[in-house]
């Protein structure tokens, strides 16, 4: 299927190029807005400030009929193998499914194996917290570390961020660069014996993630010997017998499965972070979150399909307008890493460029996704946003709810910057003076939700998961694969090599080599 051959491709076209020429404030009308300002639950999704209309909208469904969107949901969520190239059915929908329905993968109905481990995690979960696990030397545990990269790292870190209102009695750290600054940092940061390792790797061959593992356990083995690791190491990863040569006690070992992405991690075992960090209850509440999203997704007509909405917005820009970066800006600390996190879900999925059929393909695809935190991303990139050569769409993201009975103001101060920041890009102000004047005419997003809960973050996490699914199954990609990353990791092994050994034969350029010989020399002296 190519997409830019069908005829709602060319109608979109055609319309994008009317619409650019217009004022966006135009296209503001009470039916408008009732179209493109959606309300799901507990979270408002404000899409009216785009250059869209039910016109737009209108193609972009039968773009997707065309396409067969709906049978590639319906896949996805029976686990057919459609992530074709590494043989893999994709089933994150499936950890958070909320009743016994089954869910074949080869036959096998996983949601028994699924339940059964969400069991033996709340059982870990309630001994650590309850003080009833204890440390090699008698004590409870207090600090919890994540050993991880990746998916591995950027889900869990987000949401145990996000709920920091929700926390339990643990201080959560961690650790996923393999730079030695860190995790000096850190030992100086913890207590051993008071501290909880979970090595997350659903391969278990990540370097950063073993070689910081492997110096942790050494540490411990040397201190406490070699017992003590049962009591300080747990791990997650699809190769058990991997994790048990590395020295995991075998009860100590989360399953992991193929039929979950990396980046979908936060659902599966992987999550356990989030659990311990915030309660057992909560993290359920949070994949509750997310199975009233997949509900939606899956039965929604596509008019009032809000991730398709996004997606079809996203590719508008991406696709018909040329713009080739989008800004995520959550206006709530507690939201910091919400970006990072969205740019492995986004980019690690649509950064590709050869279709499901093998070819190249001929269109854009996955946006250049950066963001950070509100306000303080006002005083310093959002100069380019407003004046820039570059045009940018914008999601904002908020909570409506003051989540500290403090300083009420200040909460109406970020809501009140957020809200001008988004009429200021599409109104903009004449001036005169070029360099006073601001064009308007940019777009924007707004997601409003009531309160970071774990049910309503579940939610937006799965709101852009599938508005990244959208976005993949029209451009004809496959989201669920990332061979990308593999020719750094395995030049790196060389390369390393090459730093300790002498190596006179070198397989690299010139340039690199000159490097090599630099921080060889540098190692030396
Ligand atoms: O290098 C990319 C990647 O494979 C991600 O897709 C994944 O989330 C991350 O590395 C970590 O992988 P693992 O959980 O296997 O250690």
Redesign the pocket.
Known sequence: MIPTKLDAWKKIDQHAQKLKEKQLSSLITPAHLDRFAKKFHHIYFDFSKHFFDEYLHNQFISLANDMNLKNAINSMFAGEMINKTEKRAVLHTALRQQNDTPVLVSGQNIIPLIKETDKKIEKFVNAVLSGQWQGVTGKPIKNIVNI?????DLGPKMVVKALDDFRASLNSYFISNIDPFELDKLLKDIDLETTLFLV????F??QE?LTNAQAIQQIYIEKFGKNSIAQHFATVSTRVQKALEFGIHPNNIFPMWDWVG??Y?LWSPAGISIALSVGYQHYEDLKKGAYLMDLHFKNTPLKDNIPALGAFISMLYNNFFGYETEAYLPYADKLKYFPDFLQQLIM?SNGKSVSLNNEKVSWQTGNIIWGNIGTNAQHSFFQLLHQGTKKVPVTFIAEKENSTTHFPEHHLILLANMLAQSEALMKGEKNEVLYKNFEGNRPSSIILMDKITPQILGSLIAYFEHKTFVEAWLWQINAFD?FG?ELGKKLAKQVLQDLINDNKKSAHDLSTQRLIEQIKLKNRS
């Open positions: 991880g990269i990746g998916g591995s997350v790797s659903k391969s061959t990540t993630t990396g980046r991690s690690e990332q990353v």
